[in-house]
């Protein structure tokens, strides 16, 4: 069973930073598309980063390039988003999935088939 659980989010102040971690379980770590995606109260579900074993890192928003980073950690088979210089804009529940069918970011979530449950992350200003 493909499984994916995000976690260390929490409350932090404006121009802090925290790492949030997407740890996967029940299938191979070597051809995968990871993508973060964020969702704030009454607005649409938003891209963030993605990371694919193939094609590297995909930016889905401008507003987060130069503040948050993705990586992988295949022998822990975990993604991570390094999110710095946090904004009060970038409160939302924080959710990772994985597209294993083909891996790769695209342009948007529709396949991506795996979820996670998701964690919050509120920036206070």
């Known amino acids: 069973e493909v499984q994916l659980v995000e976690s260390g989010g929490g409350m932090v102040e404006a121009g802090g930073s925290l790492r949030l971690s997407c740890a996967t379980s029940g299938f191979r770590f070597d051809d995968y598309a990871i993508g973060w995606f964020r969702q704030a109260p009454g607005k649409e579900r938003e891209g963030v980063l993605c990371?694919?074993?193939?094609?590297?890192?995909?930016y889905y928003t401008d507003s987060v390039k130069g503040r948050f980073t993705i990586s992988s950690d295949n022998a822990k088979k975990t993604v991570y988003l390094q999110m710095n210089s946090l904004k009060s804009e970038d409160t939302a529940v924080y959710s990772c999935a994985a597209d294993l069918v083909l891996p790769y970011c695209g342009t948007s979530d529709a396949n991506f088939g795996y979820w996670g449950r998701g964690t919050q992350v509120t920036v206070s200003s």
């Open positions: 990371i694919s074993s193939l094609d590297g890192v995909t």
